[in-house]
């Protein structure tokens, strides 16, 4: 029979593996925070698709003349107004459709072409009240390609609230997009860094081989590392398991928790 001592320091020694183990509620929260500030990427990414498609080489006026173009045949809800080099669109203000790559626009947007030339081109954007049926964003981003090299790079400054809940955030991030598979009009792949700060603190976030489509309130592929304001990193890794639902794990060291996400509602 084992002595008392012996079965106190065990038990003692379960005791002290089970503090600083990843939580529940705390998985509960690095989920919300995700899926919030996915879904804030996922619209302002669209914006920026939709602000990408003009002929690359031809100069800062005629990309914003294509652009005014384009946004008027596919969002006739838009009131545009053209300058040197600049569009401003005001999504809403007009009778008309406003849904593009499944999110349905209002807000304002600000398209500055500041470079357009075979090699380079650069594109700066304001959102203010940008918004969906999920989520609302005001911030800046610089998006850079070129001819070559279709993959863009962004950097972003960027607040946002969640509709739902009324959860908020806001940080920065710097990341390359590129297109899924079968394109641009599925969704888009991602790796690269964002921070923000939630209502539980700060969060710093690295992503690897990320798939998202435009759609969904969170990635179906791929994996998120984060650290997070609890003093824990742990990584999030997404997996398709049907068409509307999506199966997050969130893993600490010693403790994991998955979660499906329905990507028709986010819960």
Not at 31 to 59: M, P, Y
Request: with cysteine; net charge negative.
């Amino acid at each position: 029979m084992r002595s008392r001592a012996a079965l106190a320091l065990t038990c003692l020694s379960s005791f002290l593996c089970a503090c600083g183990a990843l939580t529940r509620e705390e998985a509960r929260e690095a989920l919300d925070e995700i899926e919030s500030s996915s879904q804030a990427q996922a619209l302002t990414s669209g914006s920026v698709e939709l602000s990408a498609d003009f002929t690359i080489g031809e100069g800062v006026q005629s990309a914003a003349e294509e652009l005014r173009e384009l946004i008027a045949a596919e969002l006739p809800c838009a009131e545009l107004a053209l300058s040197p080099g600049q569009l401003s669109v005001e999504y809403g203000a007009r009778p008309g459709a406003c849904t593009y790559r499944g999110h349905r626009y209002r807000g304002q947007h600000i398209i500055n072409v500041s470079r357009n030339d075979a090699d380079q081109v650069i594109v700066d954007h304001v959102w203010n009240d940008l918004a969906n049926e999920r989520v609302s964003v005001d911030g800046t981003a610089t998006v850079t390609w070129s001819l070559e090299d279709q993959t863009r790079h962004i950097v972003h400054e960027a607040q946002w609230t969640r509709a739902g809940d009324g959860r908020t955030g806001e940080g920065s991030g710097d990341r390359r997009e590129r297109p899924l598979g079968s394109g641009w009009a599925e969704g888009f792949g991602v790796d690269g860094e964002r921070q923000w700060r939630g209502q539980a603190g700060r969060w710093e976030l690295e992503m690897a081989g990320v798939e998202m489509r435009w759609v969904d309130p969170v990635p179906q592929a791929g994996r998120y590392t984060l650290d997070t304001p609890y003093g824990e990193s742990v990584s999030a890794t997404f997996v398709r398991i049907s068409e509307a639902r999506i199966r997050v794990t969130i893993a600490g060291k010693r403790r994991s928790f998955d979660f499906d996400v329905d990507t028709l509602s986010g819960d």
